[in-house]
């Protein structure tokens, strides 16, 4: 005999658990089944293990989705201030680390806690190490699952299994499956806030470069982002190069300015008309890093005292500076990725509580959905607000 549940949300992240909270402190009995032997896997591993749980910044326009106005509503009403008095109704200390950013003080454990506490509270159960077997819609409604812990029924299903990225973290893509499975279209899904990948000469002038890092901004397909690029040993990294990311694929343009807040046209003929037997790679080193300088001296421009340097040379030196002649060859893919950018197509959902517009009684929410945000506690935000507006109504 099945056991029977108002709900039943699939995986234990963050958008899952925070939706199990909402409908079971409305007196909903809820059931969330997590494939994974412990609940919250990326909330423990995220923002460097303190979770950088909201952006008091978060707008709409700090998501990508192929229907950017999809995520207004749910944002709106769940906001990073509601999030805020949670976290500060449990005791927990954090601080702003930059642009809005929210982190704890002490552990990310004390958000999985905190969101733990909270189902607890609503009476919801949580059945880690659970995999399911099969998930079918009921004649005359509502839904079955066979589970490794037996089956269930539940009047309204919950898809809240997250994408693809880290994929030893529990993450499986059966979200994309069920959704697929109940007719929904599942849009293109890529690696999203990745580093990028070099190869050949640009791989080869970089490599022991690794671990150099310089504030730059980073330009794809019409957005921009100024802080830091970090060189690795495949390719580049840090926050400007991972927001890029999202924006960007092989192919398309990249533009990476090395000197962002300087005319570097100007400075370059102040130096030579102030220091004219100081070197390139001399002058340059005030701006950037003393190695990074002196390898675009050695593999991209060449060296010689400022002096030397004619007009229209000093003008390709400058512009090289903005425009960084090098190519990506793509990214390191899943593996490393915080986000899965497409997913689950949100002209097919309720932007207000994340309902199929097909199946009556299925949702989906957080990551699995094609809303994706910026680097620095939005998609913990979107987690929040999408789980949220269907634990207000599932
Ligand atoms: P999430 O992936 O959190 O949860 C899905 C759950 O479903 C998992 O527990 C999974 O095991 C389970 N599951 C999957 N398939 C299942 C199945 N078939 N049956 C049962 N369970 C199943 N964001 C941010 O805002 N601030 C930050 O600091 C960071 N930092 C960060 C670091 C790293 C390393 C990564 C990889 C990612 C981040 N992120 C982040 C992104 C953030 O972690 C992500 O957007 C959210 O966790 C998404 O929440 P979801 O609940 O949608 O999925």
């Known amino acids: 005999m099945a056991e029977a549940f108002d709900v039943v949300v699939i995986g234990a992240g963050a958008a899952g658990l925070m939706c199990a909270s909402t ?14 032997n412990k609940v919250g896997k990326k909330i423990l591993m995220s923002g460097g ?14 998501f990508l989705s192929a229907n950017p106005h999809y995520c207004k509503s749910a944002l709106a009403r769940y906001t990073p201030a509601d999030f805020i008095a949670m976290v500060e109704r449990h005791g927990i200390a954090y601080h702003e680390k930059e642009l809005g950013q ?35 819609a009921q004649d005359g409604g509502g839904f079955a699952l066979r589970t490794a812990r037996g089956p269930f029924t ?50 080869e002038r970089l490599q022991d470069l690794s671990g150099v890092s310089l504030p730059i901004e980073a330009t794809s397909n019409g957005q921009s982002f100024r802080n830091f690029m970090l060189i690795t040993h495949r390719g580049l990294s840090g926050p400007s190069i991972l927001q890029v990311s999202s924006y960007w694929q092989p192919g398309d343009a990249l533009r990476l300015d090395l000197l962002p807040s300087l005319d570097a046209e100007a400075f370059l003929r102040e130096q030579r008309a102030s220091r004219p037997a100081a070197e390139l790679k001399t002058v340059l080193s005030e701006q950037l890093p003393k190695r990074f300088a002196q390898r675009l001296c050695e593999a991209w421009f060449s060296n010689r005292p ?42 097919e959902l309720s932007s207000s509580s994340m309902a199929s517009r097909l199946v009556p009684g299925l949702y989906f929410i957080g990551e699995v959905v094609d809303v994706t945000g910026w680097l620095g506690g939005y998609n913990f935000q979107w987690a929040w607000a999408s789980g949220h507006a269907a634990g207000e109504v599932a």
Not at 156 to 161: P, R
């Open 23 to 36: 409908a079971g402190r409305r007196g909903r009995r809820v059931l969330v089944v997590e494939h994974a």
């Open 49 to 62: 293990g303190r979770c950088n749980f909201t952006n008091t910044g978060a707008t709409p326009a700090n």
């Open 102 to 136: 929210l982190l704890c003080d002490g552990s990310s454990k004390q958000i999985v806690r905190m969101l733990l506490d909270e189902c607890e509270a609503a009476g919801v159960r949580i059945e880690a190490g659970c995999s399911i077997e099969d998930v079918r």
């Open 154 to 203: 539940a009047a309204s299903l919950v898809v809240a299994s997250g994408g693809l990225s880290i994929p030893s973290m529990g993450a499986s893509g059966s979200g994309y499956q069920l959704a697929r499975q109940f007719g929904h279209t599942v849009l293109p899904t890529r690696a999203g806030l990745v580093p990028l990948t070099l190869s050949g000469v640009h791989s």
């Open 306 to 347: 400022m002096r030397q340097y004619n007009d229209p040379e000093l003008r390709d030196v400058a512009a090289q500076l903005h425009h960084w002649p090098i190519t990506a060859s793509g990214t390191e893919g899943y593996r490393t990725a915080e986000v899965t950018l497409g997913g689950v197509d949100t002209r």
